[in-house]
């Protein structure tokens, strides 16, 4: 009798099944389960909920090889170029500061530090922008797609509380 794989059963990698590191030119590659693969995808299966679990490995291709249940449980360099795939993949930049928030026109205009610089953000409607995974975190999308997160809005400063304060 052949075992045979059902391609909907869920594989968790444990921190021996997985080695990843970097190919030429920076490609994120690494061996999986045994296999080499020059090239490897990164997806968290929970974006906005958990940043560093259940992270789906993938082929160049785009099928999945399993699952990592914790980055945090993988050993220092593969934990470490994972990390830096999903930075690239998942690029977020974390609002340090709100200048202001203002509703004019039927947008809502936001002026924001990031810790890679000032933004500015336009959405048309709070609800529809706004993601609250949890934790003081909230994750903001304007209107043309670009994110920013706050980690923890609660660590804000006083000024940028006080603004969120009138539209959490």
Known sequence: MTSEVD??????????????????????QGIVAGVTYEELEVYRAFPFLYTTQYISI???????????PDIKELYEESA??????????YFMPRVTRVDSVKFKSDLWMWELQTHLGATRMV?????????????GRVILTDMSGKRCEITDWRELDAHSRKLLEEVL
């Open 7 to 28: 391609k909907y059963d869920i594989r968790l990698f444990t921190p021996d099944d997985v080695y990843f590191s970097r190919g030429e030119g920076g490609v994120f």
């Open 58 to 68: 993938r082929n160049s291709k785009g099928e999945e090889l399993g699952i990592v």
């Open 80 to 89: 470490r170029e994972l990390e830096k795939e999903l930075q690239f993949r």
């Open 123 to 135: 959405m048309r409607n709070l609800h529809e922008h706004m993601q609250y995974p949890g934790g």
